[in-house]
T-cell receptor, first 111, second 114 residues
Framework: GQQLNQSPQSMFIQEGEDVSMNCTSSSIFNTWLWYKQDPGEGPVLLIALYKAGELTSNGRLTAQFGITRKDSFLNISASIPSDVGIYFCAGPNTGGFKTIFGAGTRLFVKA | DGGITQSPKYLFRKEGQNVTLSCEQNLNHDAMYWYRQDPGQGLRLIYYSQIVNDFQKGDIAEGYSVSREKKESFPLTVTSAQKNPTAFYLC?????????????FGAGTRLSVL
């Protein structure tokens, strides 16, 4: 079945550093979604991407839809302590009623 | 405010007991979902429902049951057959417009076994 592979699994960074994470698949996705989950809360949508090559920003966050449609990247600039959490990539499965989620990248920020 | 409400936030289950987790949405979304999240893990799909009075098993449905009698509500029952129920449970809903499907999540219910 369709799977999403996220890397790295976890990151430990210093406040102010830039962060880059990615998501890859052996299957083509027509939509890429990036969510953030704060500890003890539900995931919140950060960015949605709908076109191959699309680059979209949301404040300090920038995400790109890979041109092969098999990958996506999320960058966070000038990290702050509240960036701590789990970042999930996701995309609808073939047929569209279910969403496939990656295993997440756990971000730890040291002040 | 529009959104997805899960209750309770924390729930405790005794041995052999069934417990029901509530999920209500006022987003007018057709589809609803239940996920289980274990510590340090991703999201695993338990059940999903595309329309009222219809639902399908996800990847880990054993020991769980659901109903979808109303569009707004999708309760999850954790039965006594679920031997390892301690986890964080997330409810989500979605609406599909053309090629765009986005799931939105509730704040979760943390279930523990006494």
């Amino acid at each position: 079945g369709q799977q999403l592979n996220q890397s790295p699994q976890s990151m430990f960074i210093q406040e102010g550093e830039d962060v880059s994470m990615n998501c890859t698949s052996s299957s083509i996705f027509n939509t890429w979604l990036w969510y953030k989950q704060d500890p003890g809360e539900g995931p919140v949508l950060l960015i949605a991407l709908y076109k191959a090559g699309e680059l979209t920003s949301n404040g300090r966050l920038t995400a790109q839809f890979g041109i092969t449609r098999k990958d996506s990247f999320l960058n966070i600039s000038a990290s702050i302590p509240s960036d701590v959490g789990i970042y999930f990539c996701a995309g609808p499965n073939t047929g569209g009623f279910k969403t496939i989620f990656g295993a997440g990248t756990r971000l730890f920020v040291k002040a | 405010d529009g959104g997805i409400t899960q209750s309770p936030k924390y729930l405790f289950r005794k041995e052999g007991q069934n417990v029901t987790l509530s999920c209500e949405q006022n987003l007018n979304h057709d589809a609803m979902y239940w996920y289980r999240q274990d510590p340090g893990q991703g999201l695993r799909l338990i059940y999903y429902s595309q329309i009222v009075n219809d639902f399908q098993k996800g990847d880990i449905a054993e020991g769980y049951s659901v109903s979808r009698e109303k569009k707004e509500s999708f309760p999850l029952t954790v039965t006594s057959a679920q031997k390892n129920p301690t986890a964080f449970y997330l409810c989500a809903s979605s609406m599909t417009r053309g090629a765009k499907t986005i799931q939105y999540f509730g704040a979760g219910t943390r279930l523990s076994v006494l």
